[in-house]
């Protein structure tokens, strides 16, 4: 396992916006972020590969962006127009399908992770 380290988590308003941040020691694989409310499964959210393609959820799609700076192992999460859906625990994730992100919109194609941050959105 990789140690991922998260910050950024915090309480907003409605249409508020916040920005995670994942700093990964000694890793440069792909990295993702997923997020879990409770009594709900974890939900993959967003990922970024290496070579810097990304993927984003639907539920998320036009309001999060995720990007990462290669050369400091670190990846974020842009959170805009925030909703109280989206409040959860939010955690990254790293060691999963390679520098290409094979396969990893999935969580527990994951094998490590962050101790997650919390994201809570009031109306």
């Known amino acids: 396992e990789f140690r991922l380290v998260e910050s950024g988590g915090g309480s907003v308003q409605t249409g508020g916006s916040l920005r995670l941040t994942c700093v990964a020691s000694?890793?440069?694989?792909?990295m993702g972020w997923a997020r879990q409310a409770p009594g709900k499964e974890r939900e993959w959210v967003a990922h970024?590969?290496?070579?810097?393609?990304?993927l984003v959820a639907d539920s998320v799609k036009g309001r999060f962006t995720v990007s990462r700076d290669n050369a400091n192992n670190t990846l974020y999460l842009q959170m805009d127009n925030l909703i109280p859906l989206d409040t959860a625990e939010y955690f990254c994730?790293?060691?999963?399908?390679?520098?290409?992100?094979?396969?990893?919109?999935?969580?527990?194609?994951?094998?490590?992770w962050g101790q997650g941050t919390q994201v809570t959105v009031s109306p």
């Open positions: 994730a790293a060691d999963c399908g390679g520098g290409y992100c094979y396969k990893c919109a999935i969580p527990w194609h994951y094998n490590s």
């Open positions: 000694g890793y440069t694989g792909c």
């Open positions: 970024a590969a290496t070579n810097g393609d990304i």
